[in-house]
């Protein structure tokens, strides 16, 4: 047999029908669903269509009514192929057996799970996406196949399993988690494995990081290898072992190298570290770097940055309640935004800092920044109705602020 008839017979045939559709016609072509189950689920799918349109727009347009059936349709395929896979008998089955409209609140319910999952490892990120327009373009604008369902699963599953593991560590380290907003989860368990392995029991501060490093370092380059206790993970439960075990990973592979490298200083170690690491932010530290004029307040707060866009993004922070930095990822400046939209800013916050803890020769110069220029400017784009989705608020922030995106701070790393 030659090599050209062997590829014609090995030819998959693709079909690309609804999963419902080619359920229905196995079902009716083997004699498993009868004409008057086809006659109740057209019925069922009118009415169902009705209410999806209704629900999405408006239920008397052509149109409407049309998408509100494709969108019908695809969570009927979504819950029967999630639930039985490749078995076209046991879905013609479970057609069979219960509504059409049950197995479209089915698909819906998987939607409406998934999006009730966390979408990061950031503490106090909020809602995200609003539901429905989720189930909008889950449905009809960007149909979400079974793949990508159980691919978001996976990931949401993931982050929750973090953010659980973190709110344990975080506990464990005395850090109560009120403090953890705007903060991610991978950093407090990181901190949290780290600290375990120079056997400390409670959260750094910013200060104590640095010298609690500069000691691992000295003992890590002697040795030649960071040092993990088999007892490091003792204590931990069960449920969080996992997630706890792959940041110990990571750990040994990205931030171990760059302990022991003895070419690298304390400083250009701690200036990876801190932004993916979480440090205490209370009490008082001797941060001076500059000139002694400055309080040691302000030095807290803005660990030693002086130029604008570090001073403008701690600002930010202080007006909109949220943790105190002079640089935010992307991630931390979408929920930033949130924030302001749905509380606004604390606008006596900033004035107040400027006066209390600001260097003297700069203090003025600072309020008439914010009062006049910067501060009118954020609640203009932060505060503005019309920008639903954030994207000039965080193109403001961008502009104003040090926001970092994603591979920014990889190649930083």
């Known amino acids: 047999m030659s090599d050209a008839t062997n590829a014609q017979r090995n030819i998959a045939i693709v079909d690309k029908r609804p999963f419902f559709e080619r359920v229905l016609c196995h079902g009716v072509q083997n004699g498993l669903i009868a004409p008057d189950v086809v006659d109740t689920m057209i019925a069922d799918g009118a009415k169902g269509s009705v209410q999806i349109a209704d629900y999405f727009g408006g239920s008397h347009l052509q149109t409407d009514l049309d998408n509100a059936r494709r969108r019908m349709i ?3 395929s979504l819950y029967l192929e999630n639930s039985f896979g490749d078995d076209l008998t046991k879905a013609a089955e479970s057609l069979r057996d219960n509504t059409f409209l049950s197995h479209s609140r089915g698909g819906n319910e998987l939607l409406k799970q998934l999006h009730a999952m966390p979408e990061s490892t950031l503490f106090g990120e909020g809602g995200g996406q609003p539901l429905k327009d989720f189930q909008d373009e889950s449905t009809l604008a960007k149909p979400m196949s079974l793949a990508a369902y159980r691919n978001a699963l996976k990931h949401r599953q993931a982050n929750a399993a973090t953010l659980a593991a973190a709110r344990w560590f975080a506990q464990d380290m ?6 953890l907003d705007l903060t991610l989860a991978d950093g407090v368990i990181r901190t949290a494995i780290l600290m375990r392995m120079l056997k400390q029991q409670t959260c750094p501060t910013h200060q104590l990081f640095a010298q609690l490093l500069d000691r691992l370092r000295a003992e890590s380059q002697t040795s030649g290898k960071v040092k993990s206790p088999r007892t ?3 204590g931990v439960p069960e449920e969080h ?7 110990k990973r990571e750990i040994e592979k990205h931030d ?7 070419t690298q200083t304390l400083e250009a170690v701690l200036d990876v570290f801190e932004s993916c690491y979480f440090l205490r932010e209370d009490g008082l530290e001797d941060l001076s770097r500059h ?11 803005t660990q030693g940055k002086e130029d604008p866009y570090s001073r403008l993004t701690l600002f930010m922070c202080l007006a909109a309640g949220v943790k105190p930095k002079t640089s935010l990822t992307e991630t931390e400046a979408r929920a930033l935004i949130r924030k302001v939209q749905e509380n606004g800013f604390d606008e006596l916050v900033v004035p107040q800092l400027i006066q209390t803890s600001a260097p003297f020769e700069i203090k003025q110069a600072l309020l008439t920044l914010w009062k006049e220029e910067f501060f009118p400017e954020a609640q203009k784009y932060m505060q503005d109705d019309s920008d ?7 193109r403001f922030l961008k502009d104003n602020c040090n926001v970092t995106t994603k591979s920014a701070a990889r190649k930083k790393a």
């Open 256 to 262: 171990a190298p760059l302990i022991l490298d003895p």
């Open 291 to 301: 000139d002694s004029l400055v309080s040691k307040e302000w030095h807290r707060l």
């Open 232 to 234: 490091l993970l003792d």
């Open 74 to 76: 695809h969570l009927v």
């Open 388 to 394: 639903w989705d954030g994207k000039e608020a965080l």
């Open 174 to 179: 005395g850090v109560p988690h009120a403090q």
């Open 241 to 247: 072992s996992d997630v706890a075990r792959s940041i």
